[in-house]
């Protein structure tokens, strides 16, 4: 047998495991590194996070990828530069977080890796009949387990296609196996650059699960940020849309996009929810001359609109749920506050440091929980494949030598 097949086996048979868990989302700030101590799988899955960090990217790593990234058309030699060029980065980045915490990479069992989403198109976007949903996602295994001599497994998203989904949201797997419980209905939500959401029923009954992208979370708010307020790269607690109005005219339009008329599960990215969807609502309906102020009230509230839409969409017919938030958003106030206004069933949103995982570490935690059921999982396997959740085992192994 090869001595990595061994290892591998080995790390799947222990008790517990140390896996790193990346993400890079689509607001790229940074790299999230959650390490996490992990034991059992499915059901049993128990997490403790040892220790997370965010590696801030700099101005370089935003102004590279933002070359390439969600663009239609860009520069196919740079996107197979930036291929082992960011895998490399991740991997001194994991470097920096292990040494800063004191961890030697032999502990390690392995690294889960998500990469860095370039392009993201369902075909409810790209509406072509020849072909199914594409993802890309940049940043290649290979380099960060040669960079750090850890096993890294990586690239989750294709399986979740070539079985049928849309290669997102994938959270759907960790949020059902860690936050599935018998007492409440649970909706987690995520609001990074774009917002999704699980449904978790208190039945924990798999084929009532579901999943979804909501919309834009942060994305064009972020983006309106940096292009008008540089060199500020977001909306810090939501000082600059406290400071406006919200122009009614403009919402109404922002919200009409045919993806928020699709049923879910759907998926959508900043391909679709950028600067030029803002323009284009602005010139429909003669806003372009508003303040920076009143656009970015207008952007938190629009976000805010969409968030509470689908939360009430989901437990329209339930005596009761619990909302989990996640992600950067739950740090702007004035969001929150809209979707609390919005959502007149809930008296509290939560977070999910309430059931044990930081809010800015659970997408990271997420990746762990998909490399340890590559790893070690398999015997009780989740899906529901009617709301476009395949039951699968995602993740490709990338050997350090
Ligand atoms: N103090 C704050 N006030 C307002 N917004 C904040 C604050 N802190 C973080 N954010 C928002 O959170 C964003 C980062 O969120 P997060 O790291 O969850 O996104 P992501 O993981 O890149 O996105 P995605 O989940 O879409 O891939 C920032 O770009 C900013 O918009
Ligand atoms: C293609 C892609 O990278 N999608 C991300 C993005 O960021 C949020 C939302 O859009 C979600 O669908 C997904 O990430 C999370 C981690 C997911 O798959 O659950």
């Not at 197979?80 to 490399?88: A, C, M, N, R, Y």
């Not at 960060?144 to 690239?155: E, R």
Request: aromatic fraction near 8%; charged fraction near 15%.
């Amino acid at each position: 047998m090869h001595q990595h097949i061994l290892q591998l086996y080995n790390s799947a048979k222990k008790q517990q495991r140390l896996i790193i868990g990346l993400m890079s989302g689509t607001s790229l700030d940074g790299l999230d590194v959650a390490l996490c101590k992990v034991s059992g799988h499915g059901m049993d899955t128990q997490i403790d996070v040892l220790a997370f960090h965010t590696v801030d990217y700099d101005g370089d790593y935003k102004q590279k990828i933002k070359t390439v990234f969600s663009k239609r058309k860009c520069d196919l030699e740079l996107v197979t530069l930036l291929h082992p060029w960011v895998g490399q980065l991740h991997g001194k980045m994991v470097l920096q977080c292990l040494a800063k915490w004191g961890v030697d990479a032999a502990e390690i069992d392995v690294i889960a890796s998500h990469g860095q989403t370039i392009y993201h198109c369902p075909k409810n976007q790209h509406k072509q009949t020849d072909f199914n949903h594409g993802t890309l996602q940049i940043g290649d295994s290979d380099h960060l387990a040669v960079t750090t001599g850890i096993t890294t497994i990586g690239d989750f998203r294709q399986k979740h296609i070539a079985a049928g989904g849309e290669g997102a949201p994938l959270a759907v797997y960790g949020d059902y196996l860690f936050f599935s419980s018998l007492t409440e209905n649970r909706i987690l939500l995520n609001m990074g650059g774009i917002a999704n959401l699980t449904f978790l029923p208190q039945s924990a009954d798999a084929s009532a699960v579901f999943s979804s992208d909501i919309g834009p979370g942060n994305t064009i708010m972020d983006a309106y940020v940096q292009r008008h307020f540089a060199p500020l790269q977001y909306d810090k607690d939501s000082l600059i849309a406290n400071q406006g109005q919200i122009n009614q005219p403009l919402l109404d339009e922002l919200c009409q996009d045919e993806f928020f008329y699709l049923d879910f599960p759907k998926t959508t990215g900043p391909e679709v929810f950028n600067l030029a969807y803002l323009h284009q609502a602005q010139t429909i309906t003669n806003t372009l001359q508003l303040s920076h102020e009143d656009v970015m009230a207008t952007l938190n509230r629009f976000s805010a609109m969409m968030i509470a839409q689908a939360i009430n969409q989901c437990s329209e017919k339930l005596a009761d749920v619990t909302v989990y938030a996640s992600g950067g958003g739950i740090h702007n106030p004035l969001l929150m506050k809209h979707i609390l206004s919005l959502c007149p069933q809930l008296h509290e949103i939560k977070n999910t440091h309430a059931l044990g995982i930081d809010p800015d570490a659970k997408e990271a935690v997420l990746f762990a929980i998909l490399a340890n059921e590559c790893l070690a999982g398999g015997q009780q396997r989740f899906g529901n494949q009617a709301q476009g959740i395949p039951i699968i085992t995602m993740g490709k192994v990338s050997f350090a030598d």
